[in-house]
C-alpha cells in the first residue's frame, strides 16, 4: 500500500515536468526556446574622462537682521514692558499704573486711574518738530464700567493768541464695558500752533485701560495753519519801565487763575474803583498776568498795591518762572502783606530779580486761605536791569585748604590725599569703571554763555595714560547735550608730575556747562594739583 503511494507520488512529478516543457512559443508551437549563441559586442570607442569640477564654494548664511525701526514713530508703548507706565505724564489727579492682568493682546496693560475730572488721565508731549505734521495715533481700549463710555485720546495745543485749544481727538463713539476696542485716527498738529500734548481722557471720572499705542508721524502728510485770524502784531514791550493800575479806566489787565475771579467794583482805594477777586477754591487761585512780553529774563521786578480783605489773612504775589531750559516750574515770592486787618487798606511792596533763563514769567495775587476774597487797588509793577555782574575770579586750587571743589563722576571718587605737586595735598580719583567717570563741577551759576574757559593742572598716573578735561554743555533750547574737549594731556609717564592747559569758548545758549576730569582707560586712577580756572 506504502509502495503503491510513493509510485504514484513519482507518476505525478514526471507529469508536473513534462507539462512545463511543453510551455513554448504559443503561435509557432515549439515546444522548445534553443539557446541563443553569444554574440559579439564592439567594445566602446575611448570617451575621455570627464575633468573633475571643483566643489561650489560654501555660502555663508547670513546673519538674522533687526527690523529696520520706522523712523515715523514717535512713541510706541504697550504693557509687556512695565517701565514703560512711567513714560505717561499725570493729568490732573490722576496716573497710569501698570498691571499685569488682561491686557491687549499679553497679559499687561496701563490702567488709568485717579481721575477726580472728566478731563483727568495721562498724556504724552508731542516734539516741536511734528508742527505743521499729521500724525496717527492708535491704541486699543477698555473699561469695566458696566455700559459704553467714550475713551479719547485729545491734542492739546496753544494758539497763537496764548489760548488753549483742543482741535483734533482720536476716539470713537463709545467702547462697549468689558471689551478691547482699536481706537485709531489722524490727528492734525496745525503749522500755528506751540506747545502740543497728547491727552487721553474718558467719560466721567471712570478708570479706563489702554495698550499698544503708537503715534507716528503719516509720511508726506502736512498740517496748514488755522489760526491765522488769532496772529497780532505785538508791540515791543520791552522798553516799558512801569505798569500803573487804579482801574478806574476799565482796564482790567489781570486775568484769571484757577477758580479765582477778578472784577472791576466800585470802591478804590484813593478813587473809585479797583479790582475784587472772588470765587477762589484753593491757596493758589486768584488774578494773574503774563509778562513774557516784557521780556523780563535777567531783570528785577518791583511791585507795590494797596489790598483789603473781609477777613483776616494774607494777601501775597508771587512770580511764577517757566524756564527755556526745561527745567521745573520755579514759583518765587515777590512780595508779602503779612496778617491784614479785615476791612483796612494796607500798602505792600516787593521786589525780585528774574531768573537769566525764564521765558514766560507770571505774576500772581494768591493767598494762604482758599477761599478768602480780596479788593486790590493802585497796582505800580516796575522794571528795572539787573545789577552789572561782577568779573568772574580765578579759582585757584591746591587742596591744602580742604576744599575737595569737584564731585563724583560716574564711580570716579575724588578725594583729598597728601603728597602734591609742590605742596602737601592733591586730589586723587579712584574707583573708576568707564571712561567718562572721574571729577566733576557744575559750573551754572557762573552764567558762561559765550565766555571763555581756560584751565591749567598738573596730574600724575600710576600707569602710562590721558587724563584731559572735558566740558559737557547743555544746552537751553533742549537740543542734544554737548561734550567739548577743553585739554588734552597726551600720553603721561608713570609716576611723573606734568602740567596740562587748555581753553575753549562756551556755546552761547549753554546753560548747564560742567568740567570734568577723565581718561581714555576705564579704570585708571590719578592724582592732580595745583588746578587754576579763568574765565574771560
Known sequence: MKLKKLMGMALASSLAISSLSACGDKETGNTTTPTPEPTATTAPANTPTPEPTDAPEATATPAPTEEAKDPNIIYSYDGSAKSQALYFQDRGGARARWINTDG????????????????????????DDCIGKVLHVSYWAKHEVGEPITISATLQVTKPDGTSGWPERASNEAVPSGEWVLIENDVPVYADVTSPVLCWEATDTYDFCIDDVVVKIVEGATAEAQ??????????????ENISLTFNDENLFFGKRGDGT????????????????????????GAEVDLSDYNLAGRTVNISYWVKVEEATEINVTLQEDTSDGADTA????????DLTPGEWTQVTGTIEVGANTVKPILYF????????????EVVISFSAAAAAAPLEDISLTFNDENLFFANRGDGVPAIVAGGHDDDFAMQVTGRTATWNGAEVDLSDYNLAGKTINISYWVKVEEAT???????EDTAEGGDTAYNRIASSGELAAGEWTQVTGTITVGENTVKPILYFESPSETASFTVDEVVISFN
Open 331 to 338: 514759583y518765587n515770592r515777590l512780595a508779602s502783606s503779612g
Open 262 to 285: 477778578p472784577a472791576i467794583v466800585s470802591g478804590g482805594h484813593d478813587d473809585d474803583f479797583a479790582m475784587q477777586v472772588t470765587g477762589r477754591t484753593a491757596t493758589w487761585n
Open 227 to 240: 489760526y491765522q485770524d488769532l496772529v497780532v502784531d505785538k508791540p515791543d514791550m520791552s522798553a516799558v
Open 104 to 127: 491687549h493682546d499679553s497679559g499687561e496693560c496701563f490702567s488709568i486711574i485717579g481721575r477726580s475730572e472728566s478731563w483727568h488721565g495721562v498724556s504724552l508731549s508731542i516734539p
Open 466 to 472: 590721558e587724563v584731559n578735561v572735558t566740558l559737557q
Open 366 to 377: 494768591e493767598s494762604p486761605s482758599e477761599t478768602a476774597s480780596f479788593t486790590v487797588d
